[in-house]
């Protein structure tokens, strides 16, 4: 069979707020080929990504993704590697190619697994999927007392792992710092796992981070992610090189495997952090995760958006028994949740599975979606490019 | 003075071929502030920039580009760096914004350069520009017969350096490439500069690539440009090793200022090549040309649109001597030539000299911009996001 259709479906909450909440849209991809359809989810930003499938060609190595999908022919993981090898080539100057296509490459998993009835953690080669612990992912609250009531509220919702990031974080005094911390513990309670995101507050000021880690370990934090700007690999090996029992995490921005692989060769890491709506879709995040576990890294998914873009990036290290931790969309806002019928729950004992159901596994729901679709039109020339489908 | 209003000019040849030749759209940028103008040019895929400055905002760190830059304060050159920073944090998950806000940056330096009245590179720290020696970039031949009088033609130009890349190479057998390498050298003579361009053809085939190293080597071949994909920074250190007299070049994918250090600290290439229209601007490219100089690597402009492009791509290594090589658009497409009409030809001597004029020197023709504009138009929601100025 061949892709015959690629369609977006942008979504949004009537009003994004200036937070650092990634639930607050979604770009959705559905995949048509031979009456099977595939549905993913590209990362983030939704009208540039559509802008990047239907763009007028530059040169040859800077084509809209749209000319390098569209008719190629899928029936095999191979198929799918190829297409992304060809958009690597022929969007190369294209930037906002590598998350258009994440959203495409994840449809295409999907649809390969419902026509193989098979689960697409399967067509990467695991015999199983194992259950993960998600850590609930949350703000800093403006107060220590804030940070405590959220941290208390993830576990009495039954979350044994609570993450906190951004806000107050590194914009106050090293003292402010350590009380969020001393709060966030609290919280979570002494036998919980505390994950601690700085959201690249740093930038590239490894003493400014270090001054960090004395606290970050008082209060038992598992991983510091993302202290300094993405590419600071030099700053990370530095920072990790002091952190003692804390270990870096990072790798969210990877828009492509080599990234994941630096981060963890020349960043030192201990966690890699992928977003399969950013880095090329499920293959190159499978790489990743190949990657980590050969040089002894931890590969966790990085999602804060639906459970469709959660289920994806629960593929590459589902077979990763020890590869225990997932992020899990703690309060997604309405338009994350409602655009599913499926979703993925805690079980019983706080872990998360993935269905046991062909393809991705999720159900998507047409009238979830329609109450939050974005109509987009797109023209030069006078002519349409593009203009969002109806569901 | 602050940024009173940022306008995008999509220029394009009537019809784009696919093939290697970067000269064939452009996207031109004009920021205004306090009565003063500057222009800038972002690369590449002008629709797909455009977007990523009006796009509505996903969440706190990934907001449009035109939220973070108008009405900021332009005083500076600290404040042009100041507002680059606040794009990298603002704007952190939108992958296009980079792009986009390339072309705003070097338009910031030549308002700030028109406002002071003094040439971007005195505003870098540099007392003077020293003469660059231009190569002409051209694709290879189909054939080397073809390959060879493309070269004669550069050479019997005036052109004293000459690159051949893309086309055939690499993709047919080690015996075509061989004859390839030896038409070039032949058609620009003993005595001329010869560059070789591989476009990424061997991904991460180190073998493959290594197997051309004795016939790079047996015509003086200066550098090897872009053997693998541009991240696969081991590739390169591999080839590097094995690389004899030829020295690996690469980085013009870069689009933030670390991506060009770590090809420089784990690629072990010997050039590096920044395009001012992709790393975030002038004051990034410069950033890196510190860098190269200090690490005994050789920086070098990518350029292969307009001389607008070429003569803010020149700023950054303006007063380092010993840089000498510069990329020069040989045979650009008529849009690229016809939108400014200040050109850099090379003097009598073969070189490339920068106007001795405030800001980038360059004026622009109205006319010649209004014979290629792309009119385009982005609504969401029915609401009209974009639509294109007149001219």
């Known amino acids: 069979m061949s892709i015959e259709a690629v369609e977006f479906f942008y979504l949004s909450m009537p009003r994004v707020e200036d937070i650092g909440d990634g639930s607050q849209d979604a770009l959705v991809v559905r995949v048509s080929a031979d009456g099977v359809e595939g549905w993913g989810e590209c990362e983030a930003s ?3 990504s559509i802008a990047a499938f239907v763009t007028p060609m530059s040169h040859g190595a800077c084509k809209p993704v749209r000319d390098v999908v569209l008719g190629k022919p899928i029936d095999s993981a191979a ?18 190619a590598a998350h258009t296509f994440s959203g495409i490459e994840m449809a295409l998993w999907d649809l390969l697994g419902r026509k193989r009835n098979a689960p697409v953690y399967e067509l990467l080669g695991y015999t199983r999927a194992f259950p993960k612990l998600p850590y609930a992912s949350q703000l800093f609250g403006d107060t220590p007392q804030e940070t405590l009531a959220g941290c208390r509220r993830a576990r009495d919702s039954g979350y044994r792992a609570v993450k906190c990031g951004w806000g107050p974080f590194g914009r106050g005094t090293l003292e402010q710092d350590r009380d969020h911390l001393q709060a966030a513990r ?15 507050i740093f930038r590239e000021d490894v003493d400014a981070a270090a001054r960090r880690i004395r606290y970050l370990e008082e209060v038992g934090t598992v991983w510091f992610e993302e202290p300094f700007l993405g590419g600071a690999y030099g700053a990370y090996a530095a920072l990790a090189a002091k952190s003692g029992k804390v270990r870096l995490a990072g790798g969210e921005a990877s828009h492509n495997f080599h990234m994941a692989q630096q981060l963890i060769d020349y960043g030192k890491v201990g966690f890699i952090q992928i977003d399969c709506g950013r880095i090329g879709g499920i293959g190159p995040a499978k790489r990743a995760a190949d ?18 873009a959660l289920c994806a990036s629960l593929q590459p290290f589902a077979g990763l028994e020890s590869h225990r931790i997932c992020e899990y969309p703690f ?23 993935l269905p046991q159901a062909p393809g991705l596994g999720i159900t998507m729901s047409a009238s979830g979606m329609r109450k939050y679709m974005v109509p987009v039109e797109i023209a030069a020339h006078g002519k349409v490019l593009y203009r969002s489908p109806t569901l």
Chains 1, 2 share one sequence.
């Open 46 to 48: 939704p009208l540039v």
């Open 186 to 200: 609290e919280g979570i309670g002494a036998d919980g796992t505390l994950l601690v995101d700085a959201g690249q």
């Open 331 to 353: 309060a997604p806002k309405s338009v994350a949740w409602e655009m599913s019928e499926t979703h993925l729950s805690p079980d019983g004992n706080g872990m998360v599975n």
């Open 79 to 96: 198929d799918i590697a190829a297409i992304q090898a060809a958009v690597e080539m022929e969007c190369m100057d294209l930037l906002q």
């Open 291 to 308: 990657y980590a576990a050969a040089h002894g890294v931890t590969y966790v998914n990085h999602t804060f958006t639906s459970h469709l």
